[in-house]
């Protein structure tokens, strides 16, 4: 079975721009979630989707920004980019929103600002 | 708050070894989750080992176990008889329902090289 896949791998912007980042679940999965890992540190929690419903939300300003779409895939909106968003964005996706339910990540998109 | 702490920067331990990897996290809630994830140099995230707060047993998972002390809040990863491929990143993580977030919280991670 595939597990969760995100694209693009790699990603170059300059300051001031938007990015897509994009991610499909494990099949079966109806949550996702998106993380930011800053170079030296651990994730960093940004949003969960569960049932194409806002779950919960970390500590962003509102540049940031989701969607979960019907098929349970997901998209990470980035508005007006600033260096300090230079990361490893990561999406997990699990079967359940609850306390107990492993998450799966994919490999990462690494995005790159200038 | 939730939070997690990883006092150990980096480790080297010789290979057939075993290793134990230091995690404390600190609370309010009542029911939470603890997870472990290694993440090699490749940046991929494995979901390792799980306990939930209300476990009466330690979890295990093959090489994995989990040292789970409720009363020092305690959740240290065991990893019995070491090998080259585990040399990696691993983080020890919190999941619990207070604070309105529903994410994993995370710990700053242990460097985990096994030397031959």
């Known amino acids: 079975d595939a597990g969760v896949t995100q694209s693009p791998t790699h990603l170059i912007k300059t300051r001031g721009q938007h990015v897509t980042l994009r991610c499909s679940p494990i099949?079966?999965?109806?949550?996702v979630s998106w993380y930011q890992q800053v170079l030296g540190q651990g994730p960093q929690f940004i949003f969960q989707?569960?049932?194409?419903?806002?779950?919960g939300r970390g500590n962003f300003p509102d540049r940031f920004s989701a969607r979960q779409f019907p098929n349970y895939s997901s998209e990470l909106n980035v508005n007006a980019l600033l260096l300090g968003d230079s990361a490893l964005y990561l999406c997990?996706?699990?079967?359940?929103?609850?306390?107990?339910?492993?998450?799966?990540f994919g490999p990462g998109t690494r995005l790159t600002v200038t | 708050a939730q939070k997690i702490t990883q006092t150990q920067p980096g480790m080297f331990v010789q290979e057939k070894e075993a290793v134990t990897l230091d995690c404390t996290y600190d609370?309010?809630?009542?029911?939470?989750?603890l997870f472990w994830y290694k993440q090699p140099s490749s940046g991929e995230m494995i979901f390792l080992i799980y306990?939930?707060?209300?476990?009466?047993q330690n979890a295990t998972e093959g090489r994995y176990s989990l040292n789970f002390q409720k009363a020092r809040k305690s959740a240290n990863l065991v990893i019995s008889a070491s090998q080259l491929g585990d040399s990696a990143m691993y983080f020890c993580?919190?999941?619990?329902?207070?604070?309105?977030?529903?994410?994993?919280?995370f710990g700053k991670g242990t460097h985990l090289i096994i030397q031959p």
């Open positions: 997990a996706s699990s079967l359940g929103a609850g306390l107990g339910y492993e998450q799966y």
């Open positions: 099949s079966g999965h109806k949550s």
């Open positions: 989707y569960y049932e194409k419903e806002e779950r």
């Open positions: 609370t309010s809630d009542p029911s939470y989750g």
């Open positions: 306990q939930g707060s209300y476990d009466q």
């Open positions: 993580a919190m999941r619990a329902p207070g604070g309105g977030a529903d994410g994993l919280t």
